[in-house]
């Protein structure tokens, strides 16, 4: 993958890496499956920077844009179910 991840300049180092994280966790659930419950940790934690669904949906758009992998669509699949099952698209 040859792209970059949609930041923001006024995030913190931490911050920054929060949110990369949980762009790789959805990479990987379009690549190789990651459990439900792993899932929710890193978007709870990219909820943490980006507390805004207005913001959310442009990073999500962003992302899509650059990668082709649809974050709105792995979260709906992991907010749908409520066992720590593999989420895969």
């Given at each position: 993958?040859?792209?970059?991840?949609?930041?923001?300049?006024?995030?913190?180092?931490?911050e920054i890496?929060?949110?990369?994280q949980?762009f790789?966790?959805?990479e990987?659930?379009?690549?190789?499956?990651?459990?439900?419950?792993?899932l929710m940790?890193k978007y709870?934690?990219?909820?943490?920077?980006v507390?805004?669904?207005?913001?959310?949906?442009?990073?999500?758009?962003?992302f899509?844009?650059?990668?082709g992998?649809?974050?709105?669509?792995?979260?709906?699949r992991?907010k749908?179910?409520?066992?720590?099952?593999?989420?895969?698209?």
């Open positions: 993958m040859n792209y970059s991840y949609p930041i923001s300049l006024d995030w913190s180092t931490e890496v929060k949110v990369v949980f790789e966790a959805i990987k659930v379009y690549q190789i499956g990651m459990k439900r419950n792993e940790e709870r934690k990219f909820k943490e920077v507390p805004s669904i207005g913001e959310e949906k442009k990073l999500f758009r962003e899509e844009e650059v990668s992998f649809s974050s709105y669509k792995a979260v709906k992991m749908e179910n409520k066992e720590d099952i593999l989420i895969k698209i």
